[in-house]
């Protein structure tokens, strides 16, 4: 059953349980003919019934969002939000502009990692920062509520957590010029930067899809366009799941995609999935806390026209 379960995931379909598959657990002779007769009348009826329900969601994603209209935060900072009850979906979207001037990057812990979580809230009230969001995942050690991050920081030049074999980080450079670079670099073990923040995997490379399997969760994942001269960070929420059901990682890549991403990876999503923006809590879940936050922050002065506060972009 669960190799059959596999192989039909594996060629699209979603297969929970189908009734008809029954005669692969009875043991009964007659049972057993009887119910194989039900599974091959009823599998093409079945698949075209789940076939057609996912390919159904997948162009309506595949097609999130047409039409974006930026809205200015700060300088050099916009955000896109998008929401449908029919899907349903709550995702929110902020692009950067690394290479504005006043951009700056900001980081917590900026020090040695105690294990302990922090919530955005409190690193905003230290560091201003206009965008934050949760990075690195984590495991929690056998001293509660100690949090062991799984991957590499470095802020400021400083390595404060190894770099996880598996995973790949977000890099941030700056030029001499004071701008900023961001790359995404597969291994992290010869991943270098001013700050890196480890992540899960790519799922966006070179504009190609990556496949992964289709779970849908609450996301925290990040983009670069431009050469790495713009960010573009992506939030789904899966919470309460009547107004949203979350995203595949598929479909972040594909949603970053239209967003004008080359690159893009996972960080660490589900309860942990966090982003505030001027100081606010964008997600209708309150964020738990998590060892490692990244921080965006504009000390540029916001220009006097009211025309440019706003940016339209057809994707």
Not at 25 to 36: A, D, F, M
Not at 49 to 55: K, L, R
Not at 197 to 203: E, N, P, Q
Not at 273 to 302: D, E, F, H, Q
Request: hydrophobic residues 35%; positive net charge.
């Amino acid at each position: 059953m669960t190799r059959l379960h596999t192989k039909l995931q594996a060629l699209g379909f979603t297969p929970d349980f189908h009734p008809g598959l029954f005669f692969l657990r009875c043991r009964h002779p007659i049972r057993q003919l009887l119910s194989l007769m039900l599974a091959v009348l009823s599998v093409p009826l079945y698949f075209s019934c789940t076939t057609s329900g996912s390919t159904t969601a997948a162009m309506q994603l595949a097609s999130v969002p047409d039409t974006v209209k930026w809205q200015q935060v700060r300088p050099g900072i916009f955000r896109f939000d998008y929401t449908s009850k029919e899907i349903p979906l709550r995702l929110h979207a902020v692009k950067i502009d690394l290479s504005s001037p006043g951009i700056t990057l900001c980081s917590c812990p900026d020090g040695d990692l105690q294990g302990k979580g922090y919530r955005p809230a409190e690193f905003y009230k230290t560091s201003g920062a206009d965008v934050i969001i949760n990075t690195l995942p984590f495991q929690n050690s056998s001293n509660y509520p100690k949090k062991i991050p799984l991957g590499m920081y470095t802020a400021a030049g400083r390595t404060y957590s190894k770099p996880h074999p598996l995973f790949c980080a977000l890099c941030f450079s700056q030029a001499p010029d004071g701008t900023w670079r961001a790359s995404i670099q597969k291994d992290q073990r010869t991943a270098t930067g001013d700050y890196v923040f480890g992540g899960y995997y790519i799922i966006l490379n070179k504009g190609i899809v990556q496949p992964f399997k289709a779970n849908r969760a609450a996301r925290t994942a990040a983009g670069t366009a431009d050469g790495g001269r713009t960010l573009l960070i992506l939030t789904a929420e899966a919470r309460p799941a009547r107004t949203s059901r979350g995203l595949t990682n598929m479909e972040c890549a594909q949603i970053l995609h239209n967003l004008g991403a080359e690159k893009a990876m996972q960080f660490d999503g589900g309860r942990s999935a966090a982003l505030y923006i001027g100081g606010k809590n964008i997600l209708a879940a309150a964020p738990r806390s998590t060892p490692v936050l990244m921080g965006i922050r504009s000390t540029a002065a916001p220009a006097q026209s009211a025309d440019k506060s706003a940016e339209n972009i057809d994707e």
